[in-house]
Every structure is written in C-alpha cells, then in structure tokens.
C-alpha cells in the first residue's frame, strides 16, 4: 500500500523539487534573451506554426554557412553530375527520351541544375507539388513546381489518410485575382474530366498534382532540417561573441605611462596622434602601415604590451560541441563541416556507413518519385500518345476512388531505370574494374555475359559522358556499339618491302603452319602490331552469342555435343 502511495506521489514530488531548483538555482536561464536549448518543454518548438518553422530553415539557408553547406552536401551526393532515365523497350524508351529532352522540361526537372533545386526545397519545405499538364493532342507532359503556400488544403481519399485525392490550390489570374481551385492526384482517374481541366488551362490541356513528402507533419511538409536549427543558431552566436572577444582584444594594443601633468600627457597624446595619421594606414602609394618602427623614451615615460588572452583553445572545443550537434541534426559528420583536421585518410576516400546509408537512401527516395512521374508519363503516352498498342488502361473501382492501371501487352516490358551517379569515388574504381573484367572474359571465351545496352550505361555513368545516357545508347545501338574511330593496323616495314606476289618461300611457309620455322624465315614474316591486337579484341566483342551463331546455323547445342 505504501508503495503504491509512493509511486503515485513520486512525479509530483520530482516535478515540483525539479521547477523548485530551476526557479532558485539558475536565474540566468530565465533571463530575457536566454533560449534554453536543452529544454524537454515542446511547448515553444511546437507553437511555431508548420510555416514558420519552415520559413526559419529557409533565412538560416541563405544567412549562415553551415546550414547552406549541409543542404548542398546533400545535393552533391545525391544527385552530383544529374540522373538519367532508361525503359526496357526501345519505343517506351524513345517515349521517355522525348519527355527527358523537352526544353519545357529542362529548366524545372531533367538538368543538374534543376534537380539540385528540387532537392534543396525538398529540404526546406518537405514537400514538393509537381504540377504536370498534359497535352491531350499529342500525349506531352510538361513538369512545374509548384509552390508549397500555394496548396491551401491536401484532401485524403475518404477513410485513407494515406492516399490523397486532391489538393485546392490558390493561382492568381492576370487580373491580379486569386481564384480556388482543386486539382485532382495524378493516380485519379476522371474519366469525365471534371476535375482534371480547370478553368486556367486550355480544352486540351489535363492538370494533375504529384505530392512528394518527405517529413510529413499532418499531412504536410516540415522541414527536415529544423532539427539542426536550434544548434545552428547557438553556433552562430557563438561564433559572434568569440569574434566579438577577438575584436576587443585587438582594440589596445599598448599601455603607455607618463609620469608628469596633464601637460605631459597632452603632448604625448598629440605625438601618438601624428604617428597614427602617418603611419596606422601607410603614406601615399603605400597599402600598409609601416612596421618595426623604434619607440623613444625617457624615465619618465613607460610604454608596454597588452597581454590578453581570448582563451581560444578552450574556446575551440566549445565550438566543436555546437558544430556536431548543428551537423548531427541533418546526419553529416563534424570533419564535413569546415575542419579537416578532425578527419583521416579513410574518410578521406570513404564515407562513414551512416551517412553513406542517407544519401543511398535520399537516392533511392528519388528514384522512387522520378519512376512515378516516369509511369505517369508513360500512361499519357498511352492515353494520348503513340504507345496505344503496348499496353491497355484500364481504370480501377476497388479502392477509395478509380484508379489508372497500365496491363503490358505480350512481349512489353513496362520496366524504367532511373540512373544515379556513384555516390563515393571508391564505387568508380570498384565498377571500372569489374567491367574490364567481364569485357576481358568475353573476349575470351567469346560469350555475351552483359548486354551491350548495360555495358555502355555504366561506362557512361562512371567516366561522365553525356548527361543523357539514354539518348547516346541509342546512338551506339544504331551502329551495333562499334567504335567510332576503329583503330586500323598499320602495315610493317616487312610487308611494306616485300614483293606483292607471292613467292615460292612464303607459300611453303602456309603449306608447313604446323611445324617451327627458320629463324630467318621467322624474321621475315611481317610483326604483329599493337593496332591489329585491338583491332582482334574489338572484333571478339563484336561477336553475336553463341547460341545466336548456332541458330544461325540450324543446330542446336546438344547437336554439337554430340
């Protein structure tokens, strides 16, 4: 019984001796200007509303360097030189190299640039609204942003928060009016397009949102960033009082004593005040003051140096606290942040597994997104396109409204690739080597163990080739990825002196293949050169699998067994 009475009490005792101690003990806390940042109340942080937090994100991005960096960070490894798209079927994929390419579409998805961008709002705000117009003459899609505070309310299907049915967002007419309208999910189905054609678009222009969330608070956006913050703000403040200190130290640099009247020290006021005009900020045609100068003096008059001590090397490992934690809110490691030294030769070729885990996973998060957009793009090109015969739209009733489903034809393949750059350098090397190799075995056993298509994809990607890899595939498929400029072998100076007709010696040498030579007759045959070895191993990779030679020649492999 007495325990129970004691576990009962107990939270209201230590609540109560914990508000007594912070109430009496630490006064300065409380203090006007004082941000407690180890605070466990969330009343403050949660009082903000979503759009603030996120506005906060977004001036510390443009205010303060360590915040830009980790969001650039994030960019460089995650999307670096740009991503590339690929689908199985040549027709698709010539579909989808169209959509990449349109100059429409350049400036808000498919550059590096654009890509970045994306990545960096989804930072600060997220989410992102993709709004996609499709043109119901030719099937082309056309990809904008569209700003988060334009999207009033995000409306689940009924009974599944999980899946959105459609958005009301704020567009304001050229009449400076705002006008409300809701735009459906681009997976809805409106087959009587009541929805999917709002008044702000042309007859043949469909509207659909694509909502891309990645911390999601109520159905919304937060940024992901804000963790970081609190601690990005203390660092900043740190900062500024260490340089404050810095400054005042340097503010006096001597203590000059006169012994004498007020006399005496006016003219030395006055002597200090010539010597500061000539030589503080150097004489005309002179940058920098002069240095090294020689003070005079009599016993009356003593000058010395200020020692002050700024204390910067307790300073530094104070500095270093806030730094990990600002950098430990968005997952990036202390030595990423401005301070080599902390870092080593591994981490200087390598990454640390947890943050090589984020960007794999932010890479993945994204090919996720783009593969939808990818499959939306696809179906209008079914719709509305030239891809009617591939596969058959059908609309499903099953869920919490209808839905587009996509069924291939036989023989389709509806895959799509999107391709990201290697996020450490080591993969390069790693990838490089491993394709040498497979090109080595094939050349030597004369078996097709990569397709072509895969070969040149990872070379692309690897050695930074063309942005759009899709594109130069199909180049090098139309000239059955032969070289551009094959090497040809250069004639010896054998064959360049030996008589065009063939004598009695050198058809001797044909008839006898199987037995050594002279060495005189050895030396007399034309050397192998360097360019008909490359010219051999460029033909070996040209040869069609084995099975495709078999069949060329109508048997099979267990008629050659035998």
């Known amino acids: 019984m007495l325990d129970q009475l004691l576990d009962t009490a107990r939270p209201a005792l230590y609540h109560d001796l914990l508000s007594e101690a912070l109430g009496q003990h630490l006064p300065p806390l409380n203090e006007p200007g004082w941000t407690p940042l180890g605070s466990s109340n969330p009343v403050g942080f949660m009082g903000l509303s979503r759009r603030q937090i996120n506005d906060e994100v977004r001036h510390y991005y443009h205010s303060d360097p360590t915040l830009h960096y980790m969001v650039e960070l994030e960019n460089a490894y995650t999307f670096s030189r740009g991503v590339s798209v690929k689908a199985k079927d040549p027709d698709i994929d010539a579909w989808l190299q169209r959509f990449w390419r349109h100059p429409s579409n350049r400036a808000s998805l498919t550059t590096a640039k654009a890509q970045w961008e994306l990545n960096k709002e989804l930072q600060l705000e997220g989410e992102l609204f993709f709004i996609l117009y499709t043109s119901t ?223 794999e996973f932010r890479q993945q998060f994204w090919a996720d997104v783009l593969s939808d957009l990818l499959h939306y793009v696809l179906l209008q090109g079914l719709r509305y396109g030239r891809l009617g015969r591939k596969a058959q739209v059908e609309v499903d009733q099953s869920g919490g409204y209808p839905m587009w489903v996509v069924e291939p034809q036989a023989g389709t393949d509806l895959t799509l690739d999107v391709i990201f750059p290697p996020i450490v350098q080591k993969d390069v090397a790693v990838q490089a080597s491993a394709l040498a190799q497979v090109a ?50 250069q004639p010896s100076v054998a064959a360049e002196t030996a008589n065009d007709e063939p004598t009695a010696e050198s058809a001797a040498l044909h008839e006898v293949t199987g037995s050594p030579l002279p060495k005189a007759a050895a030396e007399a045959v034309p050397r192998i050169t360097k360019q008909e070895v490359n010219q051999a191993l460029d033909d070996w990779l040209d040869l069609p699998p084995l099975d495709e030679l078999l069949a060329e020649l109508g048997v099979s492999r267990e008629d050659v067994d035998a």
């Not at 594109?471 to 070289?483: G, H, P, R």
């Open 137 to 359: 003459l030719t099937g082309q899609v056309t990809v904008r942003n569209l700003p988060p505070q334009q999207v009033v309310q995000v409306i689940p299907a009924k009974g599944d928060a999980q899946l959105q049915q459609y958005y009301l967002a704020d567009f304001t007419s050229p009449q400076q009016r705002t006008e409300r309208y809701p735009l459906l999910d681009y997976r809805v189905a409106d087959t009587k397009r009541q929805l999917s054609q709002p008044d702000f678009v042309g007859s043949n222009t469909e509207v659909a949102i694509l909502h891309v969330l990645s911390d999601a608070v109520g159905g919304r956006g937060l940024s992901p960033k804000r963790t970081s913050i609190r601690w990005v703000k203390a660092l900043t403040g740190f900062m500024q009082d260490r340089a404050v200190l810095t400054l005042a130290g340097s503010t006096f640099a001597f203590k000059h004593k006169i012994k004498g009247n007020r006399q005496a020290l006016e003219l030395a006021l006055a002597r200090w005040g010539a010597y500061e005009a000539q030589l503080k900020y150097g004489t005309e045609g002179h940058e920098r003051r002069q240095g090294g100068n020689t003070f005079l003096e009599n016993e009356a008059a003593n000058l010395e140096q200020l020692k002050f001590d700024t204390m910067a090397a307790n300073a530094y490992q104070d500095m270093r606290m806030f730094r990990q934690l600002a950098g430990i809110g968005s997952g990036v490691f202390e030595h990423y942040l401005g301070d080599p030294s902390t870092g080593n030769l591994a981490t200087a070729t390598a990454m640390e597994l947890p943050m090589l885990k984020l960007f």
């Open 440 to 489: 080595t075995a094939e050349a030597t056993t004369g078996q097709q163990m990569l397709p072509p298509e895969k070969k040149a994809e990872v070379a692309i990607n690897l050695f930074g080739g063309d942005k759009d890899s899709g594109a130069l595939i199909e180049e090098m498929k139309a000239n059955d990825f032969a070289l551009p400029n094959r090497p040809t072998p």
